[in-house]
């Protein structure tokens, strides 16, 4: 069962244009944002002062917004390079290649956040898909926000203005 699950997700081909057209608005616990219409809230949960949020398009990209006190928090650098461990711990039956990180100026399209890019990539069964992983970080006078977007290298330009609307909509206090 496991293996027709990992065979049908490197097999979809048909990531779908993010709808920014017709955007939900997200409003819950401090935190507000916009995400496009197609996607949907997977995960909203919280561990004590750790809250944990994860958006999912159609095909395979995710967004997730991880937000904990500014005294639990650690340098976005550190944090984009332990994360590949911790991520590599759900997906079983897979093989992540070697990731290689590189800045990235705060753009626009990252509302004005800095951020740290990864690329690798994934096999399993046979299937190899490389992608693209972006961390950003934003602050409030309590707390610490990352925020991490996943997607096929295939898929980006399906993708980004996704990203981009939750990126430059995200508020939280």
Known sequence: MCSLIIIQY??????????ITSPVIYKKG???FSYPGNWEIF???GYGDIRYILIESPGNAIFSIQICPN????PLQQFAEQFPEIAKQEALFTKKGKSSFSDLEKSKNSGGLYGVQEEFSIKALGFQRQYIRRYY?????IQIAYLISQVAVKDLPEID????LILNSLFFK
């Not at 490197?10 to 709808?19: G, V």
């Not at 005294?71 to 650690?74: K, M, P, T």
């Not at 970080?137 to 006078?141: G, K, R, S, V």
């Open 137 to 141: 970080l934003a602050t409030n006078d």
């Open 161 to 164: 203005n996704g990203f981009s």
């Open 43 to 45: 995960e909203d949960k």
């Open 10 to 19: 490197f097999r979809n081909n048909n990531e779908e244009t993010a709808d």
């Open 30 to 32: 401090g935190l507000s």
């Open 71 to 74: 005294q639990e928090a650690i």
